[in-house]
T-cell receptor, first 114, second 114 residues
């Protein structure tokens, strides 16, 4: 069975500081991995995805994530936080069992201090 | 704007009632997924349709049902509603049914059961 763990339900950073949101997955087969962002009262928007090509994946808004098989991790980073990055971030895993449904982590709310 | 539309945006109803949520996928997308987002359960996969056929079921209650019509729009029917069904219901669509396909999420329908 697949699962996703996001460490830290809340992460607070200063504007301009490094953003690091942690995601670990469990999967018996090589997974596809995704990061989505949810702004208040909105749907989910894809930031980036790993689908077994390059292990370092670049996404929108300056975010990137690195797939590390040995650590079963897919942490999301951004070198310099902006106030507009304040949102909830979800890591998700997908791999065919009966479908390519997304299995989501519990989410991390990013707070950006001025 | 993801191109996925959901109606209504908000729905307030009473226990025991039945409601229908509607989703129009992005033009050309054949797969439709339904997810439920609640405070206690997080984001959970409910059901997937592909080109009119049910592809996979997740943690969907027997009181809930869905279908995808020939024009590819989908409806999620919730009956005998309980207080615990209050949640945000998302529809997502993708081009095909492949793990590499991005799922594009609609803005959601917020259901409140009183």
């Amino acid at each position: 069975a697949q699962s996703v763990t996001q460490l830290g339900s809340h992460v607070s950073v200063s504007e301009g500081a490094l953003v690091l949101l942690r995601c670990n997955y469990s999967s018996s087969v090589p997974p596809y991995l995704f990061w989505y962002v949810q702004y208040p009262n909105q749907g989910l928007q894809l930031l980036l995805k790993y689908t077994s090509a390059a292990t370092l994946v670049k996404g929108i808004n300056g975010f990137e994530a690195e797939f590390k098989k040995s650590e079963t991790s897919f942490h999301l980073t951004k070198p310099s936080a902006h106030m507009s990055d304040a949102a909830e971030y979800f890591c998700a895993v997908s791999r065919m069992d009966s479908s390519y449904k997304l299995i989501f982590g519990s989410g991390t709310r990013l707070l950006v201090r001025p | 704007d993801s191109g996925v539309t959901q109606t209504p945006k908000h729905l307030i109803t009473a226990t025991g009632q039945r409601v229908t949520l509607r989703c129009s996928p992005r033009s050309g997308d054949l797969s439709v997924y339904w997810y439920q987002q609640s405070l206690d359960q997080g984001l959970q996969f409910l059901i997937q349709y592909y080109n009119g056929e049910e592809r996979a079921k997740g943690n969907i209650l027997e009181r809930f049902s869905a279908q995808q019509f020939p024009d590819l729009h989908s409806e999620l029917n919730l009956s005998s509603l309980e207080l615990g069904d209050s949640a945000l219901y998302f529809c997502a669509s993708s081009v095909e049914d492949r793990g590499t396909d991005t799922q594009y999420f609609g803005p959601g329908t917020r259901l409140t059961v009183l």
